[in-house]
């Protein structure tokens, strides 16, 4: 298959709410939810794509003639490009009755492990998916990286049992999928969490603890505090709380006060590799890209995974040439325009 076939082919297997557009910018489906928009009147989701959009890059190949060196390094893993798969739930809510949460995650993770990055893995109300999403990681040989929600001590305690059993080498938690409308008023009970409770949720899990959900400096010190040793720059493509920034117009200002402080990710409009430079040249050490990874699966599984991994590495690789990078080191703010 092309990626333009396995675009094609999404278009007729994903369900009626994703419209699998040429730009999934978030316009189409707006505020569907069920369904892949955004809350409220569905605008940060279009903003998130268009921040990145109004950054421009600066060329110059005035420099040594070498084949880019995509890979990262983080928390002493290697990964052979600084993007990762982000997590989706709720697949045939949102998506259609294709995949459930348990297939998709098998596929996803499965794909990203042998094509050299790791997946994001979801969370549901349905103690299954995550039981599902942790065997798939092991089956891979820790290649993934469980997310959870913001559920009670008690919950999480079981679910980081599962993390360690599965051999992941670092976890997550959308804590701002306090926000989502499926998770009030559960049993097991789901919600936002004080500093200290925090700091007793990375303490159980043993191995380097993500916080998805910062959007602002406050926001990144109380994760610090926590014990947090990365965070996802993430207003959760808009889903949780309408009339939040773009993350592209706040990731900065976390980078310079974060100092090195922790490792950052961002997400959050990212579609392209010339959107993962520009993330990378404001100081993320890594993206998360969710919504075409979903599209990428419905339409070509495996293989849909695998071809839009490589559109997204020759993009990079290529943006990287042409700003003369040779490594993800050399990508810095000098390498940016931004009109006055």
């Known amino acids: 298959m092309t990626y333009e076939e396995v675009m094609k082919k999404a ?3 994903i369900g009626p709410y994703c419209k699998v557009c040429p730009q999934c910018n978030g316009k189409a489906c707006k505020n569907q939810m069920p369904g892949p928009g955004a809350k409220g009147v569905g605008d940060v989701a279009i903003r998130n794509y268009d921040a990145w959009k109004d950054i421009r890059i600066n060329m110059d190949t005035i420099c040594e ?71 798939a990681i092991k089956k891979n040989h820790g290649q993934g990286i469980p997310t959870v929600k ?26 701002d999928a306090a926000g989502l409308p499926f998770l009030k008023n559960l049993n097991p009970p789901a ?12 303490n159980a899990a043993g191995i380097p603890f993500i916080v998805k959900g910062i959007m602002t400096v406050s926001g990144a010190k109380k994760a610090f505090d926590a014990g947090a040793s990365a965070i996802v720059v993430s207003n959760h493509g808009g889903r949780v709380l309408d ?16 100092q090195g402080r922790m490792k950052i990710f961002v997400d959050g409009g990212i579609r392209q590799g010339t959107d993962i430079f520009k993330a990378l040249a404001m100081g993320a050490d ?7 990874f979903v599209q990428a699966v419905y339409g070509g599984a495996e293989e849909g ?32 325009y931004r009109p006055m």
């Open 11 to 13: 278009k007729s297997e």
């Open 150 to 175: 913001p559920w009670n001590i008690e919950t999480i305690r079981e679910k980081m049992d599962m993390v360690q059993d599965c051999g992941a080498k670092m976890v997550a938690m959308d804590i």
């Open 65 to 135: 003639n070498v084949t880019p060196d995509t890979s990262i390094e983080l928390f002493g893993e290697k990964f052979d490009y600084p993007f990762f798969a982000g997590p989706v739930g709720a697949m045939k809510l949102h998506y259609g009755d294709k995949y459930d949460d348990l297939t998709y995650n098998d596929i996803l993770v499965s794909a990203c492990a042998a094509n050299g990055i790791a997946a994001f893995t979801g969370d549901g109300t349905n103690p299954d998916v995550f039981k599902a999403a942790t065997a």
């Open 286 to 292: 890594a993206v998360l890209i969710a919504r075409p």
């Open 305 to 336: 995974v695998k071809l839009y991994i490589e559109k997204l590495a020759a993009e990079l690789s290529d943006t990287m040439a042409m700003c003369g990078a040779a490594s993800i080191k050399d990508i810095n703010r000098s390498m940016l």
């Open 191 to 202: 919600g936002s969490k004080t500093v200290e409770q925090l700091g007793e949720i990375v």
């Open 243 to 258: 009339q939040t920034p773009a993350t592209a117009e706040v990731l900065e200002r976390i980078v310079e006060w974060n």
